[in-house]
């Protein structure tokens, strides 16, 4: 009863649906619907494999170089994002993953941020990393901290910390902005190695010639699925890759058609 109000409600006013977009529908639809497939299937999910990226094969080796230098980990989100951003969801996924590993080799993890919230956060997910490790006592507080909002005292900061510090390993996962180069600069300076990532295409520049690994665009949201191996997470990542290949097609029958057929705007709806 209740379909048959809502078509007679469209009906009675045509501007209750907005014709012309339509095909934001269908996107939505198509995409719901690979997702539950990808999701819920059991033989989709059994075949699927991620394949390797070089950057997260490198997670381990960071940390173990770090514990055998007996020097911390620094792991900073960077500072152009918030808590909301992506990115930064992403970093938090990656930065549980290191945190139950230092916890087991007794490493210092060192994390600056920019922002009281993404510091609140980070503390829980470290603390709650360190209980899986199964060594809570391990943990300090401390060494999660705010410095500074403004984006070069926030450098100066974290450069400062590099160059007295010295850790052996460096994480540079979130969203960076003119300071990216800044710090890779220094974490090159003292030897460390550097595992760097994120979603803007004029900093990753930078990070590719200055640091040891680097995560491109959507590698940093993939991580988290190729880290944990969680299944949902591993599925929503063979969902988007399903999505591209319908969307290159669809551009390449466009392509096809506008250039035979000019004249012919139809598919644009």
Avoid at 51 to 59: M, Q, S
Avoid at 212 to 232: M, N, V, W
Avoid at 235 to 262: E, G, H, M, N, Y
Wanted: proline share 4%; net charge negative.
């Amino acid at each position: 009863m209740w379909l048959l109000s809502i078509l007679a409600v469209s009906a009675a006013d045509p501007g209750w649906f907005e014709s012309s977009r339509l095909p934001v529908l269908v996107c939505a639809v198509v995409s719901i619907a690979i997702v539950l497939y990808t999701t819920y299937h059991k033989r989709s999910r059994e075949r699927f494999k991620m394949r390797e990226i070089a950057g997260l094969k490198a997670v381990e080796e960071a940390i173990g170089r770090a514990t055998e230098m007996a020097r911390p980990l620094l792991f900073t989100p960077g500072w152009g994002g918030d808590i909301q951003r992506p990115t930064t969801i992403a970093s938090m996924n990656i930065l549980g993953h290191v945190a139950q590993t230092t916890a087991t080799y007794d490493c210092p993890l060192i994390y600056p941020t920019h922002d009281p919230v993404i510091m609140s956060v980070a503390q829980e997910v470290v603390r709650e990393s360190y209980l899986r490790a199964g060594y809570p006592e391990r943990m300090r507080e401390d060494d999660i901290s705010y410095v500074s909002s403004s984006q070069f005292g926030y450098a100066a900061a974290v450069d400062g910390m590099i160059s007295r510090l010295r850790p052996a390993s460096i994480f540079l996962l979130g969203t960076f902005e003119a300071e990216s180069l800044i710090l890779a600069e220094t974490g090159n300076s003292v030897g460390a190695i550097q595992i760097a990532g994120t979603d803007s295409t004029i900093q990753l520049s930078f990070f590719i010639v200055a640091c040891d690994y680097t995560l491109i665009g959507e590698e940093l949201f993939a991580a988290s699925g190729y880290l944990s191996q969680d299944p949902s997470v591993l599925a929503s990542v063979r969902s988007q890759d399903i999505l591209k290949v319908i969307i290159v097609f669809f551009v390449i029958l466009a392509t096809i058609w506008a250039t035979f057929d000019p004249e012919a705007t139809w598919w644009l709806f």
